[in-house]
Every structure is written in structure tokens, then in C-alpha cells.
């Protein structure tokens, strides 16, 4: 099965995607190890505070799908 490269209207193929955890500091870092299991982990950002007196944080992931290798 090949995935079709999506597209923006009247832009280039993406090339990857830009997720954004948010939970507690434990609970984004282990979201991010399974988010690695499934894709390439570009870009994992720093541990941001959420707003308020959340004790959540967020976390930018850019991502690209792993290549099958065959």
C-alpha cells in the first residue's frame, strides 16, 4: 500500500506534519516516544508552560511517516 503525499490547496506536497502534545511534562514525553515508534521525529520542541496555573505543558512534534525501506 503506498500513501498518496497530500497537498495544500495550491501549495507543495507536505512534507511531514506538526502535532502538538499537550498533557503533563510525563505524559507528553511518553506520547512523544509512541508518536516515534510510528514516524520520523524531525523536530521535538522544548517543554513549554501552559497557560495559567496548569501544571500541563505543550510540546511541538514535526513529524514525517517512517519509510518502509523496500
Same mark, same amino acid.
Given at each position: 500500500?503506498?500513501?498518496?503525499?497530500?497537498?495544500?490547496?495550491?501549495?507543495?506536497?507536505?512534507?511531514?506534519?506538526?502535532?502538538?502534545?499537550?498533557?503533563?511534562?510525563?505524559?507528553?514525553?511518553?506520547?512523544?516516544?509512541?508518536?516515534?515508534? !510510528?514516524?520520523?521525529?524531525?523536530? !521535538?520542541?522544548?517543554? +513549554?508552560?501552559?497557560?495559567?496555573?496548569?501544571?500541563?505543558?505543550?510540546? +511541538?512534534?514535526?513529524?514525517?511517516?517512517?519509510?518502509?525501506?523496500?
Amino acid at each position: 500500500m503506498t500513501r498518496a503525499t497530500p497537498k495544500a490547496a495550491g501549495s507543495a506536497p507536505v512534507s511531514g506534519l506538526r502535532i502538538r502534545l499537550i498533557g503533563l511534562p510525563e505524559e507528553v514525553r511518553a506520547g512523544a516516544e509512541v508518536l516515534a515508534e !510510528v514516524f520520523d521525529l524531525v523536530e !521535538v520542541s522544548k517543554a +513549554y508552560p501552559s497557560r495559567g496555573a496548569s501544571r500541563n505543558v505543550r510540546v +511541538y512534534v514535526e513529524a514525517r511517516f517512517k519509510s518502509s525501506g523496500t
